[in-house]
């Protein structure tokens, strides 16, 4: 009788673990592969709940909408260290570069949701809004082509350190569809 009580107290205590380091997953309603790296998302009202993963143990990010390269893009980046989610919204400042969105005058306007770093996959969740007050994120919208960065580093969890994987894509955020 106790031995079955200490398993089935065992068991819950694994589920309750195991959703928790999961984070507070969202549905989402379309998802993009690109080689090790996937995003998903779905439109949330006036936001957009997004989920990256990447076979990695450093950083994974998005950015969207930059004028060339990596420029003027708005960034959402990601890691997590010792169980701890950081996600930081950022500014592609130059064509290979970026910096925080506050350092900018700006303001942070991601809203962390959950993460986890398990058996050398990152993933972060997280919800931005479409249409930020600050004007470096700029607007996404929905109805039209987005030009969607995808990127992941390794081995540090530095935003300094440079990408070991980084694609372009152009995708409808609202239909899901890649071009
Ligand atoms: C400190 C962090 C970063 C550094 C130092 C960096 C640096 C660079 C450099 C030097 C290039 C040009 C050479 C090359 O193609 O490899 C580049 C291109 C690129 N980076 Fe980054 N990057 C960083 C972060 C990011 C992030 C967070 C993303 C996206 C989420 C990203 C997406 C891209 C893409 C898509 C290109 C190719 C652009 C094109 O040729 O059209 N980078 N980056």
Known sequence: MLQRMIQSVAIGCFLVFGVASQGIAAD?????????M???????????????????????GVGFNPSE???????????????????????????????????????EDVKVVGGSEEGGITTIEFSIPLKSEDKNDGNIDVTADTTVLLAYGAGRDSLKSKHKFRTT?????????VK
Do not use: Q
């Open 28 to 36: 989402y309603d379309h998802t993009v592969e690109a080689k090790k």
């Open 169 to 177: 894509m152009t995708i409808n955020l609202g239909t899901g569809e």
């Open 69 to 107: 390269k990596m420029k003027d893009a708005n960034y959402v980046i990601g890691y997590v260290k010792k169980g701890v989610v950081t996600i930081v919204d950022e500014f592609g400042t130059t064509s290979t570069g970026h910096k925080n969105d506050t350092k900018l005058g700006g303001t």
């Open 38 to 60: 996937t995003f998903s998302w779905k439109i949330d009202g006036e936001n957009l709940a997004g989920k990256l993963t990447a076979e990695t143990d450093g950083w994974v």
